[in-house]
Nanobody, 120 residues
Framework: QVQLVESGGGLVQPGGSLRLSCAAS????????MGWYRQAPGKQCELVAT???????NYANSVKGRFTISRGNAKNTVYLQMNSLKPEDTAVYYC??????????????WGQGTQVTVSS
């Protein structure tokens, strides 16, 4: 059974930093992309950042220049370094792994979510 284990959330003051981690029990050969999404209370889930197996990154405009997504050396771990945090970054953050399951077929696995609260 595939497991995605997230860690690193918590309470931080505005302007502070947090680093989220997500480790997956997946064959790195099948992973084609990893990402982070977030959902704030009363709002829809939104994309925060993604990184492909080739290392190409993509960020939501709201986090560009403040957040950095990266992969671990083992390629089945993804990180999100969050700097200059703002109260509007408060949300539950979910990691996501996209894997190839066959020719033209894929599946996405989700982490359990970790709460990030930015407040003074």
């Amino acid at each position: 059974q595939v497991q995605l284990v997230e860690s690193g959330g918590g309470l931080v003051q505005p302007g502070g930093s947090l680093r989220l981690s997500c480790a997956a029990s997946l064959s790195t050969f099948s992973i084609y992309a990893m990402g982070w999404y977030r959902q704030a209370p009363g709002k829809q889930c939104e994309l925060v950042a993604t990184i492909t197996s080739g290392g190409t990154t993509n960020y939501a405009n709201s986090v560009k220049g403040r957040f950095t997504i990266s992969r671990g050396n083992a390629k089945n771990t993804v990180y999100l370094q969050m700097n200059s945090l703002k109260p509007e970054d408060t949300a539950v953050y979910y990691c996501n792994f996209g894997v190839m399951t066959g020719p033209g077929a894929s599946y996405h696995y989700w982490g359990q979510g970790t709460q990030v609260t930015v407040s003074s």
